[in-house]
């Protein structure tokens, strides 16, 4: 099998060889809502077509306050203040969930935030296990990349290219954000290269926002449900990073373009892009 890999890959050792096909399955076919059906029981319209309009964007504006705040938590790692990753992640999104579910969708503005920096203290730890240093200005936007990572349809696809086009679509708005931070820029969320940044992900975070959204405004999803809704999201975003990082780890020892196009042959062979032409 090994001799089928690029020449820098051929010395992957077998642990990492594994690691690679885990991220390609965990990004490439972790879908929330097939996760949601799982929990209400039965497929739940989660394109957002049943929500009212003001509810749509409410989760669209949602979102982009949330990221703000992700990226203000994110950016104390940059003033030498590390981001909170003690345990209790899921405790704490059943919590936030709970408290959107009791109180509807009108909580949303409230609930989004609290939950989204939570799921990004998650983040950071898995990033951290894989050899990050969030007080780099790449990783710490890497850990902002996750919320983008996961608009998948209702039939469980992402975009075409999967994510590796999702990462080209990304890399201009990360790289620029990171190069603002690293030269000293000021630590603001308001400044053009990060607000950029936020832009850009908020827009494909908020195609989740609409079907956790649409979840929990489904019937029987109350307090309760609402608690299991979140902790679905979180995990959700805790599997995606958990590819992302180790995808990172692998780019960092083996090539960026070499793992990349073992990636993208994982994919094929695995089903979930179509074959080369």
């Known amino acids: 099998m090994m001799t089928n890999l690029p020449v820098a890959l051929r010395s992957m050792r077998a642990a990492d060889a594994a690691a690679l096909e885990a991220a390609v399955e965990a990004l490439e076919r972790t879908s929330f809502a097939q996760r949601i059906t799982k ?5 739940v319209d989660l394109a957002g077509r049943l929500l009212p309009e003001k ?10 306050r949330a990221l ?11 003033r030498g203040k590390a981001i909170d990753t003690r345990n209790g992640h899921k405790r704490l999104a059943m919590a936030s969930g709970a408290l959107g579910g009791a109180m ?4 949303l503005p409230l609930e989004l935030p609290l939950s989204t920096t939570i799921m990004l203290r998650a983040i950071a730890d898995i990033a951290r296990s894989e050899g990050e240093d969030l007080s780099d200005a790449a990783s710490a936007m890497a850990c902002l990349e996750v919320f983008a990572l996961g608009g998948h349809g209702e039939d469980g696809r992402v975009m075409e290219g999967g994510y590796i086009a999702i990462r080209g679509l990304l890399a201009k708005s990360v790289s620029d954000a990171a190069s603002y931070l690293s030269a000293g820029g000021a630590v603001v969320g308001a400044a053009p290269a990060l607000a950029r940044l936020v832009s850009v992900i908020s827009s494909r975070f908020g195609v989740l926002v609409t079907q956790k959204t649409a979840a929990q405004a489904a019937p029987l999803i109350g307090a309760v449900s609402g608690a299991l809704v979140n902790l679905a999201f979180t995990e959700h975003f805790q599997t995606l990073a958990r590819g992302h990082f180790a995808v990172r780890r692998l780019e960092r020892e083996y090539g960026v373009h070499e793992v990349r196009a073992e990636y993208a042959r994982i994919a094929r062979a695995a089903g979930y892009w179509p074959p080369s032409a």
């Not at 929990?39 to 497929?43: A, E, L, N, P, T």
């Not at 509807?104 to 909580?107: I, K, Q, R, S, T």
């Open 39 to 43: 929990i209400v029981g039965r497929r």
């Open 68 to 78: 703000h705040g992700a990226l203000r938590v994110a950016l104390l790692s940059l």
């Open 55 to 64: 509810f749509q964007r409410a989760g669209t504006i949602a979102a982009h």
């Open 104 to 107: 509807g969708l009108a909580g």
